[in-house]
């Protein structure tokens, strides 16, 4: 029989406890399939949802989805008899009361979690104060991350107050529809969506750009733009619903303001932040100048594909909980693979800022496979009105004054490159839609007793070859350095691979510090 608790008893009971754990945290841990072990603790990872556990000096990951118990005291019985799954997690505590929550993360000395009494509050709870943890399925994974950590020298204020202040020059240069019906569906669509979503505390606001261009993106603060010809590409509201909950999910992990946050260390923009807000810095105007003007520098900027993915994955979760099949995004990334063939200038932009879409589809399937789906809406007759309506209206016209310089971002990122390893950024060049492309970059390389690395930008064919240890003839090739500035013209379409190797460092690891560019004109 459970028993309720009060969180102010609970938390005297954690904290006033007076037993200590050996240094080795043994587990007996109870899978789905039936089969008990017990096993040395070893880590958790809170992004793959995965412990890592040791037994007879062999290592082993298993995701949590696959324990059903884990019992803190090694002479338990994973599982008493009657007891049944229940829709939260429930800890049993060491006087055998027992709580309900979430389970988040677990190290050698105590158990992340959220507690449920009146409404789920945040918990750590001493691992010798727990008998043993029983996992529900029911428990969505995405409740069990934390999103929007990392590297962001803005509060949430000042994150607004930034978006607050671009969206008006966005806005000048994008050419918005200003078509109440369009707005206002998109606006109501998105807010629902965002509503559910796991940072629904900004003030959300979404608009259509007149453009016949396939792309949608976020200036951070809550703000999304969609472009016309998106809109005008879905086949029902759920391929819709799932641009919208991306874009959303960007705001969710901050990934804007952690990228306008580089910005400020690469460019040397020191000043404060009331002073960026009211966009006086001249260092801002110079990045959005190098950037082709503040759409451009917005549009293609280049996340990091663990943004992306989590963008998707907090996408496929945030449609499911409002009751959308996430499948519309599966459905949407296909077509956009197809039109890559034979309509590629529509989707210039979109492939050059996101990963491919065979690998969105897989990430985002991975996710939706641990989902009951059926009979979840994927359409809705005002969507189809306003598809409808946005076909009727005249077609959007360039402004001869939009700005042509662009920059599309390869790396910029601080890089792990292992001991006799290696590691590399795939970019694409089109020389259709690309004129006067240059790579332009720079890279610092510490570790060891050289702090050195060699860099190296091959194309397709001898990327390959260099991968597999053969010969291969590079385009640039850096040497055995500490650190280099690039500019190289890149004449000819293909793929393109920046590429650094430590091979010659049996032992030492290296960290690179890199940031490139490809900057062109479009034609």
Not at 50 to 68: G, H, M, P, S
Not at 246 to 257: D, L, M, P, Q, R
Not at 274 to 293: D, N, R, T
């Amino acid at each position: 029989m459970r028993t309720r608790i009060s969180i102010a008893f609970l938390v005297f009971l954690l904290t006033s406890t007076s037993q200590v754990l050996a240094k080795d945290t043994f587990l007996k841990v109870l899978r789905r399939s039936g089969h008990v072990a017990v096993v040395k603790f070893s880590g958790y990872d809170d992004k793959k949802l995965d412990f890592e556990f040791e037994r007879a000096k062999l290592k082993t990951d298993v995701n949590l989805r696959e324990i059903k118990v884990v019992c803190f005291d090694t002479t338990l019985a994973a599982i008493e008899p009657g007891e049944i799954e229940d829709s939260f997690d429930v800890f049993t505590l060491a006087d055998g009361v027992t709580v309900r929550g979430i389970f988040k993360k677990m190290n050698s000395s105590e158990v992340k979690a959220l507690i449920q009494e009146d409404h789920l509050e945040p918990r750590s709870l001493p691992l010798a104060s727990i008998k043993k943890v029983t996992f529900g399925l029911k428990v969505l994974d995405v409740n069990r991350r934390e999103f929007g950590t990392g590297f962001n020298l803005f509060g949430k204020d000042i994150e607004v107050a930034l978006a607050n202040a671009f969206a008006p020059q966005v806005e000048q240069e994008a050419q918005p529809l200003k078509d109440a019906m369009a707005d206002d569906y998109l606006n109501t669509l998105g807010r629902r969506i965002a509503a559910a979503s796991k940072r629904p505390d900004l003030d959300y606001t979404f608009k259509v750009i007149d453009s016949e261009e396939i792309n949608a993106f976020t200036i951070g603060g809550g703000r999304v733009y969609v472009n016309r010809g998106l809109i005008e590409q879905t086949d029902n509201e759920s391929e819709l619903a799932g641009v919208i909950a991306h874009e959303i999910g960007h705001n969710v992990g901050k990934h804007t303001a952690k990228n306008l946050s580089k910005q400020l260390l690469y460019y040397g923009i020191t000043v404060g932040g009331s002073e960026l807000i009211e966009q006086k810095s001249e260092k801002w105007a110079e990045v959005f100048q190098q950037a082709g003007g503040v759409v451009s520098f917005f549009v293609m900027m280049k996340y990091s594909r663990d943004d992306e993915r989590e963008a998707d994955y907090l996408g496929v979760y945030n449609l499911y909980e409002i009751g959308y099949d996430p499948n519309g995004m599966i459905s949407l990334f296909e077509k956009f693979k197809k039109m890559q063939g034979y309509e590629p200038s529509r989707l210039e932009v979109f492939f050059q800022t996101h990963p491919k879409p065979s690998e969105r589809m897989e990430n985002a399937g991975v996710e939706i496979a641990k989902l009951d789906v059926r009979q979840l809406k994927s359409d809705d007759p005002e969507f189809q009105t306003v598809k409808l309506h946005l076909q009727q209206l005249p077609r959007p016209t360039v402004s001869p004054e939009q700005p042509a310089l662009c920059q599309m971002l390869v790396a910029d990122d601080t890089l792990q490159v292992q001991a006799a390893g290696m590691a590399w950024y795939e970019f694409t060049v089109d020389t259709t839609i690309m004129k006067n492309c240059q790579l332009k970059g720079e890279f610092v390389a510490s570790g060891g007793a050289g702090n050195d690395i060699k860099a190296d930008i091959f194309d397709q064919v001898n990327f390959l070859n260099w991968k597999n240890g053969h010969a291969a003839s590079s385009l640039y090739s850096s040497g055995q350095v500490t650190a280099a500035k690039v500019d190289l013209p890149m004449s000819q379409s293909g793929i393109y691979y920046l590429t650094f190797d430590n091979r010659f460092s049996l032992f030492t690891n290296k960290a690179i510090v890199v940031r490139f560019a490809a900057e062109f004109t479009r034609k």
